[in-house]
């Protein structure tokens, strides 16, 4: 079993930055993702990042913009997101998989956080 809690959201001004973490319990050298949801909209994909942090994944509306980066010895996985945007207003959820074969598919993915509010302002 491995549960997840994120931290690190909050309010901000677009064009500003936030750093969210999450960190892990249990067994943690899984492939970790960050997923975001919108109101009235359906929950999206963000980034991910295998076990050993050797491959990372972005959707396309982050790269450039957002950073997932890992630290195994913390048990915790980071979302680094510079010029934020009011578009990138969501709760944001952590999730974990022991393998996944499509990296930003969030079916693929087992444990999932209660998720941290990000709200942008415009």
């Known amino acids: 079993q491995v549960q997840l809690v994120e931290s690190g959201g909050g309010l901000v001004q677009a064009g500003d930055s936030l750093r969210l973490s999450c960190s892990a319990s249990?067994?943690?050298?899984?492939?970790m993702g960050w997923f975001r949801q919108a109101p009235g909209k359906e929950r999206e994909s963000v980034a991910a990042i295998n076990g050993n942090g050797a491959y990372t994944a972005y959707e396309d509306s982050v790269k450039g913009r957002f950073t997932i980066s890992r630290d195994n010895a913390k048990n915790t996985v980071y979302l680094r997101m510079n010029v934020l945007k009011a578009e990138d207003t969501a709760v944001y959820y952590c999730?974990?998989?022991?393998?996944?074969?499509?990296?930003?598919?969030?079916?693929?993915?087992?444990?999932w956080g209660q998720g941290t509010q990000v709200t942008v302002s415009s």
């Open positions: 249990g067994r943690t050298r899984f492939t």
């Open positions: 999730a974990a998989s022991p393998g996944v074969g499509r990296m930003l598919e969030g079916n693929e993915y087992t444990y």
